[in-house]
């Protein structure tokens, strides 16, 4: 429904998965305007062809949509680009650091920077997207520094949400095309297959945003999907789509530790880290009524729709 009082959103890390999901629904369901803050010429291409001929969205939209580059440890250009919002979405974040881009970079000196900007401007709410089982003292160096971007954020400057969810799967995302390689393969192998994963759908997450936003909420919050499962059945179930039956083998955890870590200690992009991988095995059972609740989510996309959606768009 289209809210009678429109608002303008600063989102950061706009051209993700996440943030072009959540501009295209905020274009499309609010008379909301965005600045969609990025952080390369090649990304503000991205953005811009959203609403070019042939893009995801209508030419009307593109004059309530405004895409900016900026540093996001730059505090004066991202001041700059929140003039005039109200609300703030940070969607910055990575999973796999290298020699060039760490966490803390991404994580840390993003949020620092973000709170100081957004302390002098108009906006008085900042939603963040983590990651279930980030804390400041986790032993994982990712979570542990998603875990410090949060504190940083409910410390100072406008009131702030952290939504912290499991694997997103979405239309054309990452995980939802290596899932499909996954369903759609003979045979694999899988480190530990029998780690929990609750995957959550990326337009409710979308709606979980929107509506700790709107509500300006304040706290850290774990949101996951409606079934939990292990990581072999969550194939298993994605393959039942195609008709399949991989054969999945279940190779320790530990030793794609060592893969991760030989791997890192020659590149300086190793495909796959050690704390990348601990994320990924990191067992998800989450209990999200109580964050449903409070975000006035009736229920979630079933697991079965969520793959049928995905699995389905190239
Ligand atoms: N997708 C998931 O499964 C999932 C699960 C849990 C939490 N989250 C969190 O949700 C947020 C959005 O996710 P997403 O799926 O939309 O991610 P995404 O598609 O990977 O987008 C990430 C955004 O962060 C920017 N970024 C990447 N590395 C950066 C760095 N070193 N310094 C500054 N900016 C950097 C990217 O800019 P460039 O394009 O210029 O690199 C992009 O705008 C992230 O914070 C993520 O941690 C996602």
Redesign the pocket.
């Known amino acids: 429904m289209v809210s009678e009082v429109s608002g303008k959103w600063l989102i950061t890390?706009?051209?993700?998965?996440?943030?072009r999901r959540l501009i295209v629904y905020l274009l499309k369901s609010t008379r909301d305007d965005i600045v969609a803050v990025?952080?390369?010429d090649k990304?503000l291409q991205t953005m811009q062809r959203l609403t070019s001929p042939g893009g995801d969205l209508s030419e009307v939209y593109s004059t309530r949509l405004a895409v900016v580059v900026a540093d996001?440890t730059n505090v004066a250009q991202l001041q700059g680009a929140a003039q005039g919002c109200d609300k703030a979405v940070h969607?910055?974040?990575?999973?796999k650091a290298t020699t060039i881009?760490t966490y803390q970079?991404?994580h840390e000196d993003?949020c620092l920077a973000l709170v100081e900007a957004l302390a002098a401007t108009s906006v008085d709410h900042i939603t963040y997207?983590?990651?279930v089982g980030s804390r400041p003292d986790a032993a994982n160096a990712c979570l542990a520094s998603?875990g410090q971007a949060e504190v940083i954020l409910a410390s100072g400057g406008p009131s702030s949400c952290t939504l912290r969810?499991?694997?997103?799967l979405g239309e054309g995302?990452y995980?939802s095309g290596a899932l499909r390689r996954r369903a759609t393969g003979n045979n694999g192998f899988v480190f530990r297959g029998e780690s929990l994963e609750q995957p959550i759908y990326a337009g409710d997450v979308v709606n979980a945003i929107c509506a700790a936003s709107t509500q300006q909420l304040v706290g850290g919050y774990d949101l996951g999907g409606p079934e939990c499962l292990t990581r072999k059945q969550l194939y298993q179930r994605g393959a039942d789509l195609f008709e399949k039956t991989p054969i999945f083998v279940s190779l320790p955890i530990g030793v794609g530790y060592l893969v991760a870590w030989v791997l890192e200690q020659f590149l300086g992009n190793p495909p796959i880290t050690t704390a990348m991988l601990g994320v990924l095995d990191h067992d998800d059972n989450i209990d999200s009524e109580p964050t449903m609740k409070l975000l006035g989510m009736e229920k979630l996309t079933s697991l079965d729709a969520t793959l049928e959606a995905v699995l389905a768009a190239r």
């Open positions: 890390g706009a051209n993700g998965n996440l943030g990025v952080r390369s990304a996001y969607l910055v974040g990575i999973l881009s970079a991404a993003s997207l983590s990651i998603k969810v499991p694997m997103v995302d995980a």
